[in-house]
Nanobody, 116 residues
């Protein structure tokens, strides 16, 4: 059974930083691209970032380029999202997902709230 467990979300002030983690199990992690998607209150789910199976190719939505970094550790079956210069528009429930551009397979999410 595929399991994705996100952690690291928190309340952070504008301009702050967080690193999200996702522990994956139940599938062949190192043969799959992975991604982070998010859903803000009252808004649709949106793709944030994706990474190929080798961790070489990375992709970001325009609004997070230069602020977020996705990376993975295939030896630990982990994928991460390092976030800097957070602003209120980054407030959302963040999900780890399979596939570079996300899929219906997601974890339970971790809440990121950016507020002073």
């Amino acid at each position: 059974e595929v399991e994705l467990l996100e952690s690291g979300g928190d309340l952070v002030q504008p301009g702050g930083s967080l690193t999200l983690s996702c522990a994956a199990s139940g599938f062949s992690f190192d043969t799959n691209g992975m991604s982070w998607v998010r859903q803000a209150p009252g808004k649709e789910l949106e793709w944030v970032s994706g990474i190929d199976r080798d961790g070489v190719l990375v992709y970001y939505r325009e609004s997070v380029k230069g602020r977020f970094t996705i990376f993975r550790d295939n030896a630990k079956n982990m994928v991460y999202l390092e976030m800097h210069s957070l602003n209120s528009e980054d407030t959302a429930l963040y999900y780890c997902s399979t596939g570079i551009y996300g899929s219906s397979t997601r974890g339970q999410g971790t809440q990121v709230t950016v507020s002073s």
